[in-house]
């Protein structure tokens, strides 16, 4: 599974940035594949926070443009989320994901934006 990192406690307006490493066994269509960031809350859907292609073309959520910045490194097999100006409502588990199209997941790592 894809493998996150970076997460943590912040307080509101705060800055966080979360890693992905892909592992060894799909280093070989790791360039190609659409990867994603999603996050999920208790009791509520998991949604998609970004995507980005392997030539670089991103997408975000309404919620987060402006203020989060997705990015891949196809040499080093990583995706990255750039989180800024975050808010309580970005509270949640984050889950790095190859979306397409090879689909994996990993295993998500803890937000919370509180004082």
């Known amino acids: 599974p894809l493998v996150e990192s970076g997460g943590g406690l912040v307080q509101p307006g705060g800055s966080l940035r979360l890693s992905c490493a892909a592992p060894?066994?799909?280093?070989?269509?790791?360039?190609?594949?659409?990867m994603g960031w999603y996050r999920q809350t208790p009791g509520e859907q998991r949604e998609v926070v970004a995507t980005?292609?392997?030539?670089?073309?991103?997408n975000y959520a309404e919620s987060v443009k402006g203020r989060f910045t997705i990015s891949r490194n196809n040499s080093r097999k990583m995706v990255y989320l750039e989180m800024r100006s975050l808010e309580p409502e970005d509270t949640a588990v984050y889950y790095c994901?190859?979306?397409?199209?090879?689909?994996?997941w990993g295993q998500g790592t803890q937000v919370t934006v509180s004082s």
């Open positions: 994901a190859a979306v397409s199209p090879l689909v994996s």
């Open positions: 060894r066994a799909i280093f070989s269509v790791f360039a190609p594949n659409v």
């Open positions: 980005i292609t392997g030539g670089g073309t991103t």
